[in-house]
């Protein structure tokens, strides 16, 4: 229940008093666009708005978080996405749809594509693997993740 407006203003300000102050020891400030499904009324749920709260905040030391659950649920076309906006992806994490579960056969997400994107846009970091497992063996669940991605 509050305006658009003074909200953009006080992201501006927390994002770039952020960015400022982890700046100063080496840390990126990272902005995450949270889907409206599982977390309604999320102020920031789309790449293009978390890409313009970054703009508006003007300051170098902010990039985005790209998060595939939440991102497929908003957008979809993340493959598009990530080679379009890739300069200003600075981390991301997995999760299968539906569910956000293990990012299997199960789900509607083709990880191996997508992190072949990624790998072609020269992305040196890591993936986060962020996903509820299903499964009782957890371990097995977060290295088949990780055999998925590494592409």
């Known amino acids: 229940d509050v305006d ?84 200003y992806l600075y981390h991301y994490h997995t999760g299968g749809n539906p569910g956000r579960n293990e990012i299997d056969e199960t789900q509607e997400l083709n990880y191996a594509a997508i992190m072949r994107a990624i790998l072609a846009t020269g992305y040196k970091g890591h993936v986060g693997q962020e996903f509820i497992p299903k499964r009782k063996d957890k371990l097995s669940s977060l290295e088949q993740g990780v055999r998925i991605c590494d592409v």
């Open 4 to 87: 658009p407006e003074k909200a953009r203003e006080t992201l501006k300000a927390n994002m770039y008093h952020a960015a400022e102050e982890l700046g100063k020891v080496g840390v990126v400030a990272l902005v995450e666009a949270i889907n409206t499904r599982d977390q309604p009324g999320f102020f920031i749920n789309t790449t293009k708005q978390s890409l313009q709260a970054i703009d508006d905040a003007d300051h170098p030391n902010l990039a985005v978080l790209y998060d595939f659950y939440h991102m497929q649920i908003m957008e979809g076309d993340v493959i598009r996405t990530i080679r379009d906006n890739h300069k």
